[in-house]
């Protein structure tokens, strides 16, 4: 996918000026109900731990699973195809599509296929993709990637919908009426059955694959997944290579915290389990069954600090509570991954060259490790790739500079404390009378949306302390 | 090759080679006895708690049940459903044993066809393997005897379901499951009916799936007569 990850800052100005954006922004539901979901589970908290435990454990073992994983698929009759790069991961999926004679392929949600561009690909070699997920397929029309992990058409408005529809099924009525969602919903799903049924190839994600049965999961809500992989004659799993846990119970526990931390469900309408190809005697389901098992920089980040990154299960909750994401929207990161999972896995896959400012995009306010299901220490990993872009020499010269200044006196406390009583100072004279400050020099972006209140007289915090402190002695 | 190359690159990121023998033996071990972690005490019930725990959490979900006494109900208990919603008294049915057996002849004016769903079925009717009470959610195994389309493709699908094969918690279904054979090629777990809510984030029902999910319950222990 085509990355604008550099340019953060220039995104992020235009998202906060686009009011239509704001407008879908503004809908927010999912803190009230991932809580209300979390209340009526008495366990959450404990099965968070759980879940940390069952990953860390699969990762520490990951060759082992990966392998036992496999073998398992395999013995099932299915095949699968190790991609250490993406192109390889395309390249085995345009093969498999050709060897099946494919004209159209049917997909379900999957954000690997967008880091992969799998469309993009298949498109220029011939091959129609059909999104088939409800987010998906307006995205497709419109040719917008995915703003957000679980709800790709999160930055757009009813009327966006039906501009779409209406320029794009050209085929019905343009005066028809959208009285209701409902009436978009069942145009979409009329429009969608006919590509189910002429579909060749399906193609799906997976939320988990199980060592232990040789399984893919997927998790949805529509059924378009489900209808993907069971009515093509071949269906084509792309996973990445941490998806993998080792048996039904470890996934079971998983989907416990999956669904609630990501729509506020107990569970998903549809979890479905493949395992291999059609069985002797079976009415239907597809008759070839392969795995595209996608490494694509995730090994180089085993055993670095950036390894709790692939705990991630993919439900979303970070960027449902991140106040960045939500004034800015999933495009302004400018590529698959949005809100602080991104900010952290972007890095690991682009380079901090290409995406250094997404873990700056941060107040380090810390909701999005208060609520990942799998406790991943976000604000800490885009600490280090904060770290990693200063002794990299990506950070611009002021702000180097500034952070040098800062580092110097931060080491000598009496130049430090001089320094803070002397600005205290200014700052306390200029703002007399006034009691803030709603303009300052340099931090001009910062005062726009606040004041900064003038510091009253007294001294500063370590005046006060040592002043106090005497006072308690005495 | 990539194999290689992919577990390579995991080897020395963990700092090892492959695992020793014994290691892996304790991993198989572990994948052979697939420990149950922390399971919710929601469902830990009665049977007939736990029954009404699958009711409370199916309908909570947007799906109807209906309880009948016995096996020999289900096909006049189908027939009113359908009749209620105004639907045509037609449907694809698993070529289940158990559901083939009811007294579908008894009823002449519904065409039952044991098959699998085709793009055109208006009502399907499946046999449920096993309820579980934890969310109110059907595990739908497929088989010759119980096709995977059945599930998905009607817009109104209806499943009937032994009262008997409710359970608490997943991990019961699963053993279940275990206990009857290898994996089978796809199991559902079916949580209401269709739904989305990629517009606006406001839930609107029957995506792709079926629109209504219609649960028989069926009282009576073991196979009908």
Not at chain 1, 299 to 323: K, W, Y
Not at chain 1, 453 to 464: H, I, L, V
Request: proline share 7%; with cysteine; charged share 25%.
């Amino acid at each position: 996918m085509y990355i604008t990850s550099p340019q953060f800052k220039e995104n992020a100005a235009r998202a906060l000026a686009d009011a239509r954006l704001q407008k879908a922004l503004s809908r927010t539901g999912s803190h009230a109900k991932r809580a209300r979901a979390v209340a009526a589970l008495p366990e959450f908290e404990r099965l968070r731990d759980t879940g940390r435990d069952i990953k860390n454990h699969t990762l520490a073992n990951l060759d082992f699973y990966l392998e036992a994983y496999a073998e398992k698929v395999e013995a099932a009759g299915g095949h699968v195809h190790w991609c250490g790069t993406a192109d390889e991961a395309r390249a085995a999926v345009l093969e498999i599509c050709r060897k099946a004679g494919a004209r159209t392929v049917t997909k379900g949600k999957s954000m690997i296929s967008e880091e992969l561009g799998i469309n993009d690909h298949l498109e220029a070699n011939g091959i129609r993709p059909v999104e088939t997920d409800l987010g998906e397929y307006i995205l497709q029309l419109r040719r917008e990637p995915p703003s957000h992990i679980i709800g790709p058409a999160f930055h757009l408005n009813r009327e966006d919908w039906e501009e779409s529809f209406r320029r794009s099924h050209t085929d019905l009525p343009a005066d028809r009426v959208f009285h209701e969602r409902r009436d978009i919903l069942a145009e979409a799903r009329t429009r969608l059955r006919e590509a189910f049924l002429a579909a060749d190839v399906g193609i799906t994600g997976a939320n988990f694959l199980i060592a232990e049965t040789g399984s893919s999961v997927i998790v949805t809500n529509e059924g378009n997944g489900d209808l993907t992989q069971t009515l093509p004659r071949v269906h084509v799993v792309l996973a990445s290579i941490e998806k993998v846990v080792p048996t039904l119970e470890d996934c079971t526990s998983l989907l416990r915290l999956l669904a609630r931390s990501a729509t506020g469900q107990d569970f998903s309408v549809y979890t479905t389990f493949s395992t291999g190809a059609r069985r002797p005697a079976d009415l239907d389901g597809p008759e070839e069954y392969h795995v595209v098992l996608v490494d694509n920089g995730r090994s180089a980040m085993v055993g670095t600090e950036f390894q709790d990154m692939l705990r991630c299960i993919r439900c979303a909750a970070c960027m449902n509570h991140c106040p960045v994401y939500g004034v800015t929207g999933g495009h302004a990161y400018g590529w698959v991954y949005p809100g602080p999972m991104g900010s952290v896995l972007t890095p690991s896959l682009v380079g901090v060259d290409k995406a250094a400012h997404l873990p700056n995009a941060s107040s380090f306010c810390g909701r999005c490790e208060s609520v990942c299901p799998v406790r991943i220490p976000l604000p800490k990993m885009m600490r280090h790739w904060r770290e990693r872009e200063f002794e990299r020499h990506l950070t611009p010269l002021p702000q180097r500079r500034a952070l040098g200044l800062w580092g110097w006196l931060a080491r000598r406390p009496g130049a430090y404390r001089l320094a803070a009583r002397l600005g205290m100072g200014a700052l306390g004279l200029l703002g007399r009378g006034r009691g803030a400050f709603t303009w300052m020099p340099g931090a001009a972006g910062w005062t726009r949306g606040r004041d900064l209140p003038a510091p009253e007289p007294g001294g500063t915090f370590m005046d006060r302390y040592a002043r106090q402190r005497r006072g308690a002695g005495e | 090759m990539s194999r290689n190359a992919i577990l390579g690159a995991i080897r020395r990121g963990l700092k090892r080679g492959e695992l020793p023998q014994d290691q892996q033996e304790m991993l198989r071990d572990r994948m052979a006895r697939h420990p149950r972690h922390l399971i919710p005490a929601r469902s830990r019930l009665p049977h007939g708690e736990q029954v009404a725990l699958f009711i409370a959490r199916l309908e909570a979900e947007f799906g109807t049940l209906e309880r009948v006494p016995d096996a020999s109900q289900v096909p006049q208990a189908v027939a009113d459903y359908l009749a209620g919603q105004n639907l045509p008294p037609r449907l694809a049915m698993a070529p289940h044993p158990e559901l083939q057996a009811l007294p579908w002849s008894s009823l002449p004016l519904l065409s039952v066809e044991a098959r699998r769903a085709e793009g055109t079925d208006m009502v399907s009717v499946q046999h449920g393997y096993a309820g579980i009470a934890e969310t109110g959610t059907l595990m739908l195994p497929s088989a010759p005897e119980r096709p995977t389309t059945l599930n998905l493709l009607a817009e109104t699908a209806i499943v009937v379901l032994r009262a008997a094969d409710v359970v608490g918690a997943y991990e019961e279904a699963w053993d279940r499951l275990r206990g009857a054979g290898p994996m089978p090629r796809n199991v559902m777990l079916v949580t209401g009916p269709s739904r989305s809510a990629d517009i606006e984030q406001t839930l609107e029902l029957g995506a792709h799936g079926p629109r209504r999910l219609h649960v028989i319950l069926v009282d009576e222990p073991g196979p009908p007569p």
